[in-house]
């Protein structure tokens, strides 16, 4: 059961504090004031702020360590944010979404039913690529085994690439996942019904009542997965997100794009042309890697879908 901050053992009002941002929602964030110290679910139960930032200007994320001063009981205001490590987020030509930030590891959830999307996936290892954040792999629903076979097949390009793959069933537990998160800072991302939430109720007993709380603090009802909420992991922390359905890459550059897909570093640069578009160019080397069998022609693909969007984008922003 978590502490609730009361009068009693609240911060002093106007103290300087330093802490992590373990919730996100709209303009309010929830605040750890000791988080930054945490080891262990059990450390849950130390005082946290409900805050907002100063300004009209909300540009903070889960993960994010900030300075905040408390304002009275169990409230506060964010100062100011301490530079962070990486950020994880996505964009469009219009909108962005900040996800989390100071993360060690992005773990993608997939499932063998219902159907998942593998440019999904190489959407969420392009964007955690570009901020050096290592990524993981989870099938989850294993225990459905007509349906594993078609899974792993479309899993196969990114075992071929050395991504990590862990496979699982969250409802028989989620043992075979915990040494992976040990001293990590991850986040589970994925489509809608992917098992993210059963997973993380499976590795934190707690988790689902502390998010029911946040809602009920909030007044928000039934609608507890709209939010990413940080939890105390074996020595470091799980983030848990709400499922995605898009994920854009409007803010990487093509360059940084290519450079996402770790497959094609042996070959860029080594077109005949500078300027080469990897279409129909002659001498392209990425087109000839793909002959050869060095790069997956689906992942390509991938590449040349998200890159259109990219395109599609600066355009519409600067008002083509």
């Not at 030509?93 to 998942?116: D, H, M, S, W, Y």
């Not at 001293?183 to 499976?202: C, D, F, P, W, Y």
């Not at 909030?218 to 020595?235: I, P, Q, V, W």
């Amino acid at each position: 059961m978590r502490t609730q901050l009361t009068a009693s053992h609240s911060p002093d009002s106007g103290a300087s504090l330093n802490g992590v941002i373990t919730a996100a929602f709209g303009r309010h964030y929830e605040v750890d004031i000791a988080a930054h110290h945490a080891t262990s679910a059990s450390d849950a139960a130390q005082p946290r702020l409900k805050c907002y930032p100063r300004g009209k200007k909300s540009v903070f994320a889960c993960g994010d360590e900030v300075e905040v001063s408390a304002t009275g009981s169990g409230q506060g205001v964010i100062n100011r944010l301490h530079p962070r490590r990486n950020l994880l987020w996505r964009s469009d030509a219009f909108r962005e979404k900040l996800i989390a930030a100071n993360l060690t590891q992005v773990v993608v959830v997939v499932a063998t039913e219902p159907g998942f999307s593998d440019l999904l996936i190489s959407r969420c290892i392009a964007a955690a690529q570009s901020q050096q954040i290592s990524t993981l792999i989870v099938l989850n629903k294993a225990d459905l085994r007509d349906r594993l076979p078609a899974a792993r097949r479309i899993l196969a390009p990114f075992e071929k690439l050395d991504y990590r793959i862990v496979e699982l069933s969250a409802r028989e537990g989620a043992g075979a996942l915990r040494p992976f998160l040990a001293g990590e800072r991850s986040i589970l991302v994925g489509q809608s019904g992917m098992g993210k939430s059963t997973l993380t109720n499976a590795l934190i007993p707690d988790a689902q009542a502390a998010t029911r709380e946040i809602s009920e603090a909030l007044n928000s009802g039934k609608h507890t997965t709209t939010f990413a909420r940080l939890y105390a992991l074996d020595g470091g922390w799980l983030i848990d997100s709400p499922g995605l359905q898009a994920f854009g890459l409007a803010h990487l550059t093509a360059d940084e794009l290519a450079a996402s897909f770790v497959e094609f570093a042996p070959h860029l640069g080594k077109c005949r042309f500078r300027d080469c578009l990897h279409e129909s160019e002659p001498g392209c080397a990425l087109r000839a890697a793909i002959a050869a069998g060095a790069i997956e022609a689906r992942r390509f693909e991938h590449f040349r879908i998200i890159r259109e969007e990219i395109t599609h984008a600066k355009r519409q922003t600067q008002g083509w």
